[in-house]
């Protein structure tokens, strides 16, 4: 078996690139993801799919946000988790971004979009209208999703 020039080998044959001891247990390994997720800028969320007894996708369930989600809906993260998207977003169905997400679990296809034009409100009522470059990925039963608001736009009325 031949190596990549590019990657050294240790007198034992181990890259040293590789841990010699994994130490970390699955909890803490966790935590530590999580912290990371919270040091990222844009809003990014973790959900889980809510079905009926035949397997069909009724809506998602919020498992985490990070900070700046929280920042973005002027919700505080504690009152986020476990909320229903749907509840979350009024016009989540609506707008399309459910049949999306629900495409993305299903079918395991990734979903990216700049510009996407969007115009809702989340529960308590703060507009958040306005220009979006969308990311979202399957996890497990789930997704998890990053956005950034690109521009604003005035609140209808």
Same mark, same amino acid.
């Given at each position: 078996?031949s190596?990549k020039? /590019?990657q050294?080998?240790s007198?034992?044959g181990?890259?040293?690139m #590789? %841990?010699?001891?994994? &130490? &970390?247990n699955r %909890? ?6 999580l912290a990371v997720? @919270? &040091?990222?800028?844009? %809003?990014v ?5 809510i $079905? /009926?007894r035949d397997?069909r996708?009724?809506d998602?369930?919020l498992?985490?946000v ?7 809906? !002027?919700i505080?993260?504690?009152? =986020?988790?476990g #909320?229903?998207t749907?509840e979350?977003?009024?016009?989540f169905?609506?707008? +399309?971004y459910? @049949?999306? =997400?629900r /495409?993305?679990v299903?079918? +395991?296809?990734?979903y990216?979009?700049? !510009?996407?034009?969007?115009? /809702?409100?989340v529960? !308590?009522?703060?507009?958040? !209208?306005g220009?979006y470059?969308? $990311?979202?990925?399957?996890? +497990? ?6 956005w $950034?608001?690109r521009?604003?736009t005035p609140?209808?009325?």
């Amino acid at each position: 078996m031949s190596r990549k020039r /590019d990657q050294p080998v240790s007198a034992n044959g181990r890259s040293p690139m #590789l %841990p010699r001891n994994v &130490t &970390t247990n699955r %909890p803490e390994l966790e935590r530590r993801l999580l912290a990371v997720l @919270d &040091t990222i800028e844009e %809003p990014v969320s973790v959900a889980t799919a809510i $079905r /009926d007894r035949d397997g069909r996708i009724l809506d998602f369930r919020l498992e985490f946000v990070n900070l700046a989600a929280a920042s973005w809906a !002027g919700i505080e993260r504690e009152a =986020l988790i476990g #909320l229903i998207t749907g509840e979350l977003l009024p016009e989540f169905r609506s707008s +399309g971004y459910f @049949d999306t =997400l629900r /495409d993305v679990v299903e079918t +395991g296809r990734p979903y990216s979009r700049d !510009g996407a034009m969007v115009a /809702d409100t989340v529960a !308590g009522g703060r507009w958040i !209208g306005g220009s979006y470059d969308l $990311r979202a990925i399957r996890l +497990g039963d789930g997704y998890v999703s990053t956005w $950034r608001r690109r521009a604003a736009t005035p609140e209808p009325g």
